[in-house]
């Protein structure tokens, strides 16, 4: 992800131990006592690469609990996101008085399907795909796109924003895309100057679609 985001986001990406690293009283609460395996090693690498992140900033490392919505909760004057697929986890923590809001998701790189696209495409998205370049799953990228785009509006604004509440743009050419929200989502924010815009950058390989976006400071 250190390609995706500018240099005042700290990012760190889980190495082998990190899986299985040590957890702080406060997160180690989160989970409980009867959470499967597979979400006790996600969960564990994003804190681990949280603290790390934390560091690369010269902050202290502090414990990042879960809030009800199971979203991160980050210490006072950070922001921070965290992704995790098969095999893959990062996290990325910014100082609030740079970044207003920093998202990013990693997902694997294949087809999804008609039902799926049905849930998180729009019309025009899906009339959008026909004119990119082949070999490329386009509506996973969306997929992803999407993700990090609730990622940076959920801490502004503090409501859900659904797949079809974002239209996204894709440019292959500078590997970016943009997302507008829908009007009537913005109407309805409980909080003053929600994101209309939020526009971020992607990169595909064979296992893996990243994408990351921020937002400046007001």
């Known amino acids: 992800m250190r390609d995706l985001l500018p240099p ?17 009283a406060a997160e180690a609460a989160c989970l409980g006592e009867r959470v499967v395996a597979s979400r006790r090693r996600d969960f564990t690498a994003g804190r681990v690469c949280a ?15 879960a809030g009800a919505d199971r979203s991160p909760v980050w210490p006072p004057g950070t922001v921070g996101t965290i992704t995790h697929t098969q095999g893959y986890c990062a ?8 970044i207003r809001a920093v998202g990013m998701d990693a997902e694997q790189h294949r087809e999804l399907s008609p039902e799926v696209r049905r849930l998180i495409c729009l019309p025009e998205e899906e009339e959008l795909f026909d004119r990119l370049p082949s070999g490329i799953s386009w509506p996973t990228v969306v997929f992803s796109a999407k993700e990090t785009v609730y ?6 604004v503090g409501d859900w924003l659904g797949f079809h509440d974002a239209l996204l743009d894709l440019d292959p050419a500078t590997a970016t895309f943009t997302a507008r929200i829908a009007p009537a989502r ?3 924010a409980p909080t003053a100057h929600p994101p209309s815009v939020i526009t971020g950058r992607f990169v595909v390989d064979a296992n893996l679609v990243r994408t ?7």
Do not use: C, F, N, Q
Request: glycine share 6%; charged share 20%; hydrophobic share 50%.
């Open 51 to 65: 603290r790390r992140a934390m560091a690369m900033l010269g902050l202290p490392a502090v414990a990042v609990p």
């Open 91 to 98: 996290a990325a923590v910014g100082r609030d008085s740079e």
């Open 151 to 156: 990622k940076v509006w959920h801490p502004i």
């Open 8 to 24: 005042e986001v700290a990012v760190a990406v889980a190495e082998p131990p990190d899986w299985t690293g040590e957890l702080y």
């Open 212 to 218: 990351a976006a921020t937002l400046p400071p007001r």
């Open 186 to 188: 913005i109407d309805a």
